[in-house]
C-alpha cells in the first residue's frame, strides 16, 4: 500500500485551502472620483486607478480581494468594526482601536510603505494672486471645501481653517467654489497635476491649482487587527509593495484611465 499518495494528496488539498483562505474584503469610496475610482456605488469593469491598484497590491502577497463601497466617513469605522478588512486613507485613525497601518521603529506611521500623496488648493482665478502671495493667511480668512468624509479635514483644521465638508464630491465643491459658497476646495491627489485637464476641460479659465501645496503625506493600507492577526505576513507583503512598486504602479494606472473614454465626476481623490 502506498501511503505517499494519500498524504500528498491531503498536503496539496491544506495548501490549496489556504491559498484560497487570504481574501481581502476592501473597502472604498463610494463617491465617482475618476480616474482614481469610476462610478458610484455600484463596481463598473473598469473600477478606477486607485482600485487597480488595490487588486495588484493583494495580488502579489497571494490574496484575492472582495471590492465593497461604502460613504467616505464610514471606511475607518467599518475596518474598525470587522465588517471590511481594509481601506486605504491617508490619515491615522484615531480612538479606533482594531485599526492598524504601517509604523516606523519610533511608533509613527511609516512614510516608506504608503503611497506618497498631496493636497492641492483649488481656488477662483480672481483670487489666484492673493493666495499665492500668503496662501495660509488667505485660507485662515475664508471657508474651504473638503468632499464629506475625507481623512484630511481634521488636518485643515488643525490648522486653524473653516472646513465645509458637506459636498459628497469634488464636482458640488467645485460648483461651491465658483457659486462663491465657498472660498477654496482642497483635494487629495497622486501627483499635484493630476486633475488639471479635467479642471480646464470642465471649468476653463474660472478655477486654477496653485502650485503651491498646503502639504505633501502618505495614503496607507489601514488594516482591521484580527486580520492582520490571520495574515500578517501578507498584510506586511501589502504595506511594502504600496511604498514600492505601488509608487511606481499608479502613474502608469492613471496614464490607462486617461486613455479611456471619459466618464462623469471629477478627477479627485477623496
Not at 467616505?72 to 484615531?94: E, F, K, M, W, Y
Request: hydrophobic share 45%; net charge positive.
Amino acid at each position: 500500500m502506498n501511503l505517499k499518495r494519500p498524504f500528498l494528496a491531503s498536503l496539496l488539498v491544506l495548501l490549496g485551502a489556504g491559498a484560497d483562505a487570504c481574501v481581502l474584503r476592501i473597502g472604498y469610496t463610494s463617491q465617482n472620483a475618476p480616474p482614481y475610482f469610476i462610478g458610484a456605488d455600484t463596481i463598473p469593469a473598469t473600477p478606477g486607478a486607485t482600485v487597480d491598484l488595490l487588486n495588484e497590491m493583494a495580488a502579489a502577497a497571494g490574496c484575492k480581494t472582495e471590492l465593497v463601497r461604502l460613504p467616505t466617513a464610514r471606511l475607518l469605522l467599518a475596518v474598525n468594526a470587522g465588517q471590511i478588512d481594509a481601506t486605504a486613507l491617508a490619515s491615522p485613525p484615531a480612538g479606533l482601536p482594531s485599526v492598524v497601518y504601517p509604523r516606523s521603529a519610533d511608533g509613527k506611521p511609516d512614510p516608506a510603505r504608503g503611497l506618497q500623496h498631496s493636497t492641492v488648493i483649488i481656488v477662483r482665478a480672481a483670487d489666484r494672486a492673493a493666495a499665492e502671495r500668503d496662501l495660509s493667511g488667505f485660507l485662515r480668512q475664508r471657508r474651504v471645501g473638503v468632499s464629506h468624509g475625507v481623512s484630511f479635514a481634521g488636518e485643515l483644521r488643525a490648522a486653524g481653517l473653516t472646513v465645509d465638508d458637506g459636498a459628497a464630491d469634488a464636482r458640488r465643491n467645485f460648483d461651491k467654489l465658483k457659486r462663491h459658497r465657498v472660498d477654496a476646495v482642497a483635494i487629495s491627489l497622486n501627483l499635484p497635476g493630476d486633475m488639471d485637464e479635467v479642471l480646464a476641460r470642465e471649468h476653463g479659465k474660472d478655477l486654477v491649482r496653485l502650485e503651491q501645496l498646503w502639504s505633501s503625506h502618505s495614503l496607507w493600507l489601514m488594516v482591521n487587527k484580527d486580520y492582520y492577526g490571520s495574515h500578517g505576513a501578507a498584510v506586511e507583503e501589502m504595506w511594502s509593495w504600496m511604498g514600492s512598486k505601488g509608487r511606481k504602479r499608479l502613474p502608469l494606472l492613471l496614464k490607462k484611465y486617461e486613455a479611456l473614454p471619459p466618464h462623469g465626476g471629477s478627477a479627485a481623490r477623496p
